[in-house]
């Protein structure tokens, strides 16, 4: 059954917000690399891996459906932060948004009786719930060790351990 044309527009919308949380990420690890922090470098790769998975899930199932993918332009990534902090609080406001943005389309899937699109759109409600948490644990993490070298060094070593995302574009 073919998607409504409010919706193919909304999921291309929503691939492009990935792609950008990929692209932001990556600029964030170029930072921590920069910055002598190569287990937090590690981390934001990963991160740029999350995104881009999830982006390409979006991309996948609208050629399942049997819709055009269009993509659109991404920004620059801003590289200019004071913090290892700063940078994770600036994650979580794009979580935030991002989580905003998954649930509106969700609410359009609602409307428009999308089954398909609303069981897709699940999922990434659920790893919104995650990847908040995760976030938020990172920050108390770093707020908790604050400047002492031997403990940022600890904590950036465990960070470099985030395993990769299993399996490419369709997980
Ligand atoms: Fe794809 Fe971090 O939301």
Same mark, same amino acid.
């Given at each position: 059954?073919?998607?409504?044309?409010? =919706? $193919?527009? %909304?999921?291309? @919308?929503?691939?492009?917000?990935?792609?950008?949380?990929a692209y932001t990420y990556l600029g964030m690890a170029a930072w921590f !690399?920069?910055?002598?922090?190569?287990?937090?470098?590690?981390?934001m790769?990963?991160?740029w891996?999350?995104?881009?998975?999830?982006?390409?899930?979006?991309?996948?199932?609208?050629?399942?459906?049997?819709?055009?993918?269009?993509?659109?332009?991404? !920004?620059a990534p801003v590289k200019?932060y004071?913090?290892?902090?700063?940078v994770? /609080?600036?994650?979580?406001?794009?979580? =935030?948004?991002?989580? !905003?943005?998954?649930?509106?389309?969700? /609410?359009? !899937?609602?409307?428009?009786?999308?089954?398909? %699109?609303? @069981? $897709?759109?699940?999922?990434?409600?659920? /790893?919104?719930? /995650?990847?908040? %948490?995760? $976030?938020?644990?990172?920050?108390?993490?770093?707020?908790? $060790?604050?400047?002492?070298?031997?403990?940022?060094?600890?904590?950036?070593?465990?960070?470099?351990?985030?395993?990769?995302?299993?399996?490419?574009?369709?997980?």
């Open positions: 059954m073919p998607m409504k044309p409010k =919706l $193919v527009d %909304a999921f291309n @919308i929503q691939i492009q917000a990935e792609f950008q949380s !690399a920069e910055q002598n922090l190569p287990g937090f470098a590690q981390w790769r990963v991160q891996q999350e995104e881009t998975m999830h982006a390409m899930k979006l991309y996948d199932f609208l050629h399942n459906r049997g819709e055009s993918v269009s993509l659109r332009p991404l !920004a200019k004071t913090s290892a902090v700063q994770f /609080e600036q994650v979580r406001k794009h979580e =935030l948004a991002i989580t !905003a943005s998954i649930n509106a389309l969700y /609410e359009l !899937a609602l409307k428009e009786k999308d089954l398909p %699109a609303q @069981i $897709v759109l699940q999922w990434f409600i659920n /790893e919104q719930v /995650e990847e908040e %948490a995760l $976030v938020v644990e990172i920050i108390e993490r770093l707020k908790l $060790v604050g400047s002492d070298g031997p403990s940022v060094y600890l904590l950036d070593r465990q960070m470099a351990t985030r395993p990769a995302p299993v399996s490419g574009a369709q997980a």
